[in-house]
């Protein structure tokens, strides 16, 4: 049995924890927020065995085998580093940290400490992106030629807000921009060329943003994020003899279309619980097998996606 901590109990952190109550090699050790009241009723409602009102109480707890952190982005790489340095193996939210300097130095600390240290991008782990890898790996597309995605909502423009407030490591590039950037790094490596542009918003980040990648062998992606307006949110990946559709939200979508030759094909691909059962899945296998990283999400990957989202980042004038 893995037992679990978790720190900063959002949204995100309860869908995981929901997911984490259907895995059987799972257990929810401790939870932990600085406002105890909350700590309590999300211990009560996801049965954890304890709650804590500071993080550094929860860190203390010899009981916690991996800490998954999901604060804001600001201070994943403070939670990630006081984690490893507690002893703790760590998941860490997307984006891993904010710069590739401080995912080198928490890269750095998981060795020394002999951790297991995993960015928490559940979109690598779902059925779906599993599939796609196995259709890519067999030739089913041919020869791989692009990537067009993007994610976008009209978000709340509170500029106090995690979304909109440069403080606190907003911006859609880094919230939401993400996922399309991963998926083309997944599918087609490092680009030779980024080309970016965006509407910035009166608090410095980015509002929405623009993406075109291209590659030594022709290969381009195209990718975009918005907090101005609803977008698709679909991924198209075309090959020189067929394509795939990832439905909304491609993300962690649970049906593919194949297209070859004119025939179109429908894939089911659901997800287990809300879909970040498969990270967790990953984690725990990886600690079963006494492993410091996932060769799914590795820490060359983590440190490949940070330094493009830099590039895009100083391309935007976004800075932290």
């Known amino acids: 049995m893995i037992r679990f901590g978790i720190i900063g109990l959002g949204k995100i952190a309860a869908r995981f924890a929901q997911d984490l109550t259907l895995h059987p090699k799972a257990k929810l050790q401790a939870v932990a927020s600085r406002n105890g009241r909350k700590a309590q009723q999300f211990a009560d409602t996801y049965s954890a065995a304890r709650h804590y009102d500071s993080y550094e109480k929860l860190l203390a707890d010899p009981k916690v085998d991996v800490v998954y952190i999901a604060t804001p982005n600001h201070l994943h790489f403070t939670h990630t580093m006081q984690s490893l340095e507690a002893g703790k193996h760590v998941i860490c939210e997307k984006p891993f940290a904010l710069e590739a300097a401080q995912v080198r130095k928490m890269i750095n600390k998981a060795k020394s400490k002999q ?3 995993m960015e928490a991008l559940w979109t690598r782990f779902i059925p779906a992106t599993e599939k796609v890898l196995e259709l890519i790996d067999e030739g089913v597309l041919g020869e791989l030629q692009s990537v067009r995605a993007d994610f976008g909502f009209a978000a709340s423009q509170d500029p106090n807000g995690r979304l909109f407030n440069r403080a606190l490591g907003g911006g859609s590039l880094l919230d939401i921009g993400i996922y399309p950037v991963y998926l083309s790094y997944l599918l087609l490596g490092k680009p030779e060329a980024i080309h970016a542009e965006a509407k910035m918003h009166y608090t410095g980040v980015d509002s929405n943003c623009h993406i075109e990648l291209t590659y030594a062998d022709g290969k381009s992606a ?5 907090f101005l307006e609803t977008t698709p949110t679909e991924a198209i990946i075309e090959g020189t003899q067929g394509g795939i559709y990832m439905h909304p ?4 979508c649970e049906k593919l279309s194949l ?11 659901p997800c287990v619980g809300l879909g970040y059962y498969h990270e967790i899945d990953e984690v725990i296998s990886c600690l079963e097998a006494g492993k410091l990283e996932s060769a799914k999400m590795s820490h060359k990957d983590s440190l490949a996606l ?15």
């Open 115 to 117: 951790r297991f240290l």
């Open 222 to 226: 195209i990718l975009e994020s918005s």
């Open 249 to 252: 939200r491609f993300h962690h």
């Open 259 to 269: 297209e070859q030759g004119g025939a179109l094909k429908e894939i089911e691909v």
């Open 306 to 320: 940070i330094e493009l989202l830099d590039a895009v980042r100083s391309l935007i004038g976004l800075q932290y």
